[in-house]
């Protein structure tokens, strides 16, 4: 399979080009270090712009979606330890958590000193909802270029949750551990709006409705949510615009009692069903739907081409897989 020589993104992946050094047109249009250095300090300048205002207005000072893998958990030990926030992690249990990740959310909080919301939504509900999404596609095609739909479907699910608990306990601020390659950094600080939050809650909703009906209703924003006068929270990809060095990050988080896990693909630290939705899609797409990610990192200076290469080449765990596979189709 031809790839891009500079980034890791291969011939299959939508939209590609290629000029006659084998370079892609992703690449071609990246700005450059120095650029990407200028709105780096932008807008760490403008999260600390919004801290000073929004810090101590209630009780907690953000929402951490905390999935319990190596970015959410030292993105969490930032915003505790250098930012001083008060922060409530908020946990999706989807069925699949890996036990190590279990292990390593309740020795962060813990050790961190953060509040810890578990949300564990029905298995039959869920069950329903990851089948389907392992066999259609639910969602527009622009998505399958950043994830599988089975993710699509458990994200979108971990995103409304978290927006609903935030309004409803007045927090100012949702983050995420999005890395620089998930996360663009213009788009790494944003204040949700009604139009915005409407329109992303039924394209993810309405697929779901379909699949479960009614029972979902529990996990978005009623309509009186988007009366007059309602406060929607900031989201925030800190990791976008602060410090992103794989190594460090594996040295700090250590020594708040976390270890990776061995049980789950190159591309996760904390979900088994991870797996799954990567062997589906490969077969069905024809790439890898954390190769957007890793050739960003790789174009933007955060991970070596090799290392990238790597992680999309490396098969995912059989064992794995086919217990995901008997829990969903028996």
Request: with cysteine; proline share 4%; glycine share 6%.
């Amino acid at each position: 399979m031809k790839r891009c020589t500079n980034c890791v993104l291969p011939e299959t992946f939508p939209g590609i080009s290629f000029n006659e050094l084998g370079v892609c047109n992703f690449c071609q249009n990246y700005k450059g270090h120095e650029h990407l250095q200028e709105d780096r300090q932008k807008y760490r300048q403008k999260f600390e712009n919004l801290i000073n205002q929004y810090q101590n207005q209630s009780y907690y000072d953000c929402l951490m979606a905390y999935s319990g893998g190596k970015d959410s958990t030292f993105t969490l030990t930032i915003l505790k330890q250098r930012y001083g926030l008060s922060i409530l992690a908020l946990t999706f249990d989807n069925g699949f958590i890996s036990p190590f990740a279990q292990k390593n959310i309740r020795n962060v909080v813990d050790t961190l000193g953060i509040d810890l919301m578990l949300i564990k939504p029905r298995f039959d509900l869920l069950k329903k909802i990851f089948i389907e999404s392992s066999r259609n596609e639910l969602y527009s095609p622009k998505t399958l270029e950043r994830a599988s739909t089975i993710c699509t479907s458990c994200m979108g699910l971990v995103k409304f949750i978290s927006l609903k608990t935030a309004l409803e306990k007045n927090i100012p601020f949702i983050t995420y551990g999005w890395s620089p390659g998930q996360a663009p950094i213009s788009g790494s600080i944003f204040k949700n709006n009604p139009t915005m939050v409407r329109q992303m809650q039924q394209a993810i909703k309405t697929p779901l409705d379909k699949i479960v009906g009614d029972a979902i209703n529990n996990y978005f924003l009623e309509d009186t949510a988007f009366k007059n006068g309602t406060s929607f929270p900031y989201n925030v990809s800190p990791l976008a615009f602060l410090e992103y060095n794989e190594e460090k990050i594996f040295n700090t988080i250590k020594k708040l009692g976390w270890d990776k896990p061995e049980d789950t693909d190159a591309n996760s630290t904390n979900c088994l069903l991870n797996s799954y939705g990567n062997v589906i899609h490969k077969k069905r797409y024809h790439f890898h739907p954390y190769a957007f990610e890793m050739g960003k990192l790789v174009r933007e200076g955060y991970l070596k081409r090799a290392e990238a290469l790597s992680k999309l080449e490396v098969e995912e765990n059989i064992e794995t897989v086919q217990y995901v596979k008997k829990k969903l189709l028996g």
